[in-house]
């Protein structure tokens, strides 16, 4: 089995190369970050050094690898026009930050649609269409499969695929796995079986070629339950015997895997790293 990066989500608070400290603190070979204020549209601009600070510590960090989340704002699958094309320059943006910073990896959920999830999935294929169009090659963009709450675009395996295979640009884009989202949308994952059959849906669907990142994630809630809630690893519903299921299924072997448990008192990053990197022992 190939070597699994295992890391979190870590803050750029006061510079964004404090993101390479604090994944160093939490015991990370790769981590995950907002390159902007996540609940804000405008972004002030990376200055050069910044840039060039950034970029020599991406290359230090190596094999390790950097991944960047857009924001919580766009909604690319969105009826209203002026929110999706408002979307549609979010997501420009984020990808520009991106390249700027040499982040090879964007991930996007793909939004909620209150009209239908055929007419939310085309705009968001228009979207990806638009903003990669023209673009040199550079950070790929990630599909993300969302928790099956209500309006909400690409719950499905099938529904990620459909997306992707439509789009132009389609060896610009991948996939993150949220293993969370995906046991709140109705894919059991408590044991070896029922992982094995859910890598079959991705590889049948999609390609496991496809699959950059799998987000490591617990649950709050039951299968099915449409719940978006993470829980620290092996204290939720999906249970350690499921979360060890997922690392060690060949299909799986070497995705790199983010964290994003809570931080409270019970556990904190760090611990929830290092659990990941003994259940792959066992």
Request: glycine residues 10%; charged residues 25%; contains cysteine.
């Amino acid at each position: 089995m190939k070597k699994r990066q295992v890391g979190v989500h870590v803050s750029i608070a006061g510079s964004l190369s404090n993101a390479f400290d604090r994944a160093d603190e939490r015991g990370c070979d790769c981590f995950q970050i907002f390159t902007k204020n996540p609940r804000s549209w405008k972004a002030k601009p990376i200055e050069n050094a910044e840039a060039l600070t950034f970029t020599r510590r991406v290359e230090q960090y190596r094999p390790g690898t950097v991944f960047a989340h857009i924001s919580y704002l766009p909604n690319l699958a969105g009826e209203r026009p002026g929110m999706h094309e408002k979307s549609v320059e979010a997501l420009c943006m984020e990808l520009d930050r991106c390249e700027t910073l040499h982040i090879p990896y964007l991930v996007t959920h793909l939004g909620h649609a209150g009209d239908s999830d055929v007419k939310g999935r085309k705009r968001v294929v228009r979207a990806i269409n638009t903003s990669l169009s023209g673009r040199e090659p550079g950070t790929t963009l990630l599909l993300e499969n969302t928790a099956g709450e209500r309006n909400s675009v690409g719950s499905t395996i099938e529904d990620i695929a459909d997306v992707l295979w439509q789009c132009e640009e389609q060896s610009r884009i991948g996939i993150c796995f949220d293993t969370c989202h995906a046991f709140a949308a109705g894919y059991d994952l408590r044991d070896e079986q029922s992982v094995s059959q859910v890598v079959d849906l991705i590889n049948d669907n999609i390609g496991l070629s496809k699959l950059c990142l799998i987000h490591l994630n617990d649950a709050k809630g039951e299968t099915g339950s449409g719940l978006d809630r993470h829980e620290h690893i092996g204290m939720g519903t999906i249970g350690e015997e499921g979360i060890r299921s997922v690392l060690l299924h060949p299909g799986f072997s070497g995705v790199p895997c983010i964290c994003e448990t809570p931080v409270d008192d019970r556990r904190g990053d760090a611990e929830n790293v290092r659990i990941v990197r003994d259940l792959m022992q066992n």
